[in-house]
């Protein structure tokens, strides 16, 4: 047996997981004569196959078979009423997550023995299991047990786990992303809000469709760590710190009227320009000119760059099951990958590690862990837990990046972003899905995203959103933007770091 499971609690200490006491029923074979009455009895006041029962209270040279675990209160009071010699109870912990539909995805769930087998349960469950208690036992001559209801001894509780989450915003984030996957029909859809600087992760959401048959399932997989998918325009981002940081000096780019012949395809153009000043290709979202900026800067340094801003790689979340996306080698780049893995197209990624490009950006350089816990507490005493955080970018790239993110979202693509009187930045994506069976990216089928940041907030937030297959529209301007702005509106209302 083990101690209590510690407690998991939001940055504002509201409890998300703890656990509380039920009963379990077990039985001693040996004190039982009459195994087929007890079996019925057992079975009617349990709910269990009658059968089931009888093999269990047959088996040989054992003391103690359970007959159920983690029993309600009512069926605990009608059994102790029958006075069944051989029958008792031993009292156990059971999860309980006040909080379950809003953080299904991340807290994960326990075995029936509270062992963590998902999410941040499984992750910390070395912190937050019970250390493993003793039961005493009256014992004759021959070490025959006389008494089989033990006296447990609890050697510990788990510690506290403090989360970097906060209830309130993944409650935004959880309504509004519903709403739109509601509005556009969408497969399903997720949202990571995250402390720039810190990596501390705010909310951290994932909804499928209404209707879905794993609607309801009570584990659903955390669609923002786990999802790998192609970003679209929203990884432009990584192309314009790349120009920026290799003094890349464009007068006017040629965009072809939105027709372009490359190696291998045709790249066109969401609506046709012709010459366009380096900040119009990032406002306008021109894929003909980020990649001719991407070409004039080289294949292999746009590689390190996209390397360096933590893509091709774990970002290190403390949570299982992270993909590490998909980026092939620049020696592996085909002549079209030249061109198109610059505009978000031949690479995976998923969620968390845009977010955390976009924060790089955000804090003026950095490239922080994108974390989910805070401190660990035990006996009165907290540990607050570290995690690692680096230079990569000069605060004058990023600060030139952030600024022409910001006229994004003020006078280009990312409209819908915007919030008056506030310093938003991001970049809108609509990625074409690729479709296996037939070898071609699908013409109906799309993921709209949108990735940005509050720049005015005490602490710059950045806030990523996806949507999966929208259908009433697929543009991340007119899909994922708005959400973006729906959150972003309460947060700063909210104030959550003053």
Known sequence: MRGKRGQIIDRHKDILAKSIYFYSVFADPFLID????????????LNIPEKKLIVKLNKKNRRFVWVKRKINWREKKDLEKLNLIGVGFIR???????????????????????????????????????????AKVLNDSFSNNLILTPSLIELGKGADLIVTLDTRIQYWAKRYLEETIKEYRAKKGAVVVMDAESGEILALVNSISPGSKNENFFWQKNGAVVDMFEPGSVFKAITLVAAIGE???FDKIDCEE???????????????????????????????????????????????????????????????????????????????????????????????????????????GDLVTPHLGKELCSKGICRKLDFSKKNILSRATADKAKKILIEVVNQGTGKRAKINGEMIGGKTGTAQKFDNKAGRYSPNRYRANFVGF????????????????????????????PLFRQIAEKIINYRVFE
């Open 34 to 45: 009459n195994k087929e009455k007890y079996a019925r009895i057992l079975s009617g006041k």
């Open 92 to 134: 156990e912990n059971q999860r309980f997550y006040p909080e379950r539909p809003l953080f299904s995805s991340i807290l994960g769930i326990v075995d029936i023995d509270n062992n963590g087998l998902e999410g941040i349960e499984l992750y910390y469950d070395q912190y937050l299991r019970g250390k493993k208690g003793k």
């Open 247 to 249: 003094n890349k000096n």
């Open 258 to 364: 939105g027709n372009f012949k490359i190696p291998g395809t045709v790249l066109n153009d969401w609506r046709p320009y012709g010459k366009l000043s380096f900040k119009e290709v990032f406002y306008k979202s021109s894929n003909i000119g980020v990649a001719k900026i991407a070409t004039a800067i080289g294949y292999k340094k746009i590689y390190r760059y996209i390397k360096k801003m933590g893509f091709g790689q774990k970002t290190g979340i403390d949570f299982p099951g992270e993909t590490p996306g998909r980026l092939l080698g620049p020696e592996k780049w085909s002549k079209t990958s030249r061109y198109i893995i610059p505009i978000g197209q031949g690479i995976g990624v998923n969620l968390l590690q845009l977010a955390r490009a976009f924060a790089v950006i955000a804090n003026g």
């Open 454 to 481: 509050i720049s005015s907030a005490k602490k710059p937030i950045v806030i990523g959103v996806t949507i999966d297959e929208p259908k009433k529209s697929h543009f991340g301007g007119v899909v994922a933007a």
